[in-house]
């Protein structure tokens, strides 16, 4: 399985980061994707990579909550990054809109995002979308750069199953993680009605862990417990949820 989504890097995992590695490998999930956050974050991202080249792959971009008055330094590194070297990274991500905690910042962060999917229809690189209280604003810049369709996946969905269809006439893929697991969760919906080649799994470890860990830190090896609680949402095996979103992982990410 592909953990297309996971912070192993984040200092939650500085005392046990090894063993959480390979508790994901006995686990099952051999590949998982470190999605960037800030300049802050590059060197250990970077580290956790190169220690595990054969399980680990990078994206580079800047968060929207990193987002700030003065945002051109962080930008200009992360373009840096991105064209010295594109080969290193699978995706331009994680970037996106965040209204949920601050609003002042929006028309920076509309700015921020609408550079970094330039930069990724450039380097012909999908994208990783990270929205939330902000599916509106995320529409409307994309509908207003009118691509045909794009490379990419809204991560850690967190909308309504109308704005997932929405995201799928556009082109994305659907993060699912441990949110799925959750009573009541909207996101349960989504995970039924979304076409199984769409659906992405993710952990967004140390976040946002699956029953019957939340509470506490997440981490690569619970997706298993994601792809189960899917497959039973839809009444299949868990070997074809397994086996179908590793397939659209590899080819959206070219793993």
Same mark, same amino acid.
């Given at each position: #399985?592909? $953990?297309?989504?996971?912070?192993?890097? $984040?200092?939650?995992?500085? @005392?046990?980061?090894? =063993?959480?590695? &390979? %508790?994901? +490998?006995?686990?099952?999930?051999? !590949? #998982?994707?470190?999605? *960037?956050?800030?300049?802050?974050?590059?060197?250990?991202?970077?580290?956790?990579? @190169?220690? /595990?080249?054969?399980?680990?792959?990078?994206? #580079?971009?800047?968060?929207? !909550?990193?987002?700030?008055?003065?945002?051109?330094?962080? &930008? $200009?590194?992360?373009? @840096?990054?991105?064209?010295?070297?594109?080969?290193?990274?699978? *995706?331009?991500?994680?970037?996106?809109?965040?209204?949920?905690?601050?609003?002042?910042? &929006?028309?920076?962060?509309?700015?921020?995002? %609408?550079?970094?999917?330039?930069?990724?229809?450039q380097l012909e690189l999908p994208v990783c979308l990270h929205v939330r209280k902000a599916h509106n604003h +995320?529409?409307?810049?994309? %509908?207003?750069?009118?691509?045909?369709? /794009?490379?990419?996946?809204?991560?850690?969905?967190?909308?309504?199953?109308?704005?997932?269809? %929405?995201? +799928?006439? #556009?082109?994305?893929?659907?993060?699912?993680?441990?949110?799925? !697991?959750?009573?009541?969760?909207?996101?349960? $919906?989504?995970?039924?009605?979304?076409?199984? =080649?769409?659906?992405?799994? =993710?952990?967004?470890?140390?976040?946002?862990?699956?029953?019957?860990?939340?509470?506490?830190?997440?981490?690569?090896?619970?997706?298993?417990?994601?792809?189960?609680?899917?497959?039973?949402?839809?009444?299949? !095996?868990?070997?074809?949820?397994?086996e179908t979103t590793t397939a659209s992982a590899r080819a959206l990410f070219h793993l």
């Open positions: #399985m592909i $953990d297309t989504h996971c912070h192993l890097y $984040d200092e939650a995992f500085d @005392n046990d980061r090894h =063993e959480a590695v &390979l %508790r994901a +490998l006995e686990a099952g999930v051999h !590949t #998982m994707l470190l999605p *960037a956050i800030d300049s802050l974050s590059h060197q250990r991202q970077e580290a956790l990579a @190169n220690a /595990y080249p054969q399980h680990f792959r990078q994206m #580079m971009g800047l968060h929207p !909550t990193s987002v700030t008055a003065h945002f051109e330094d962080e &930008l $200009d590194i992360v373009h @840096n990054k991105l064209f010295t070297s594109p080969t290193t990274y699978v *995706a331009v991500g994680e970037i996106g809109l965040d209204l949920y905690w601050d609003q002042s910042f &929006l028309d920076q962060q509309l700015h921020v995002l %609408r550079q970094q999917l330039l930069w990724a229809e +995320l529409f409307g810049l994309l %509908r207003d750069l009118n691509r045909p369709s /794009y490379q990419g996946v809204m991560h850690c969905f967190g909308g309504s199953l109308q704005e997932a269809h %929405r995201a +799928l006439e #556009m082109g994305f893929h659907i993060g699912i993680g441990g949110v799925v !697991t959750y009573k009541n969760a909207t996101l349960a $919906d989504v995970a039924r009605a979304v076409p199984l =080649e769409r659906i992405l799994l =993710e952990t967004d470890a140390p976040y946002l862990p699956p029953v019957p860990h939340r509470g506490h830190r997440n981490e690569s090896a619970y997706i298993p417990i994601i792809a189960t609680h899917i497959a039973a949402l839809r009444g299949i !095996t868990v070997q074809e949820v397994d």
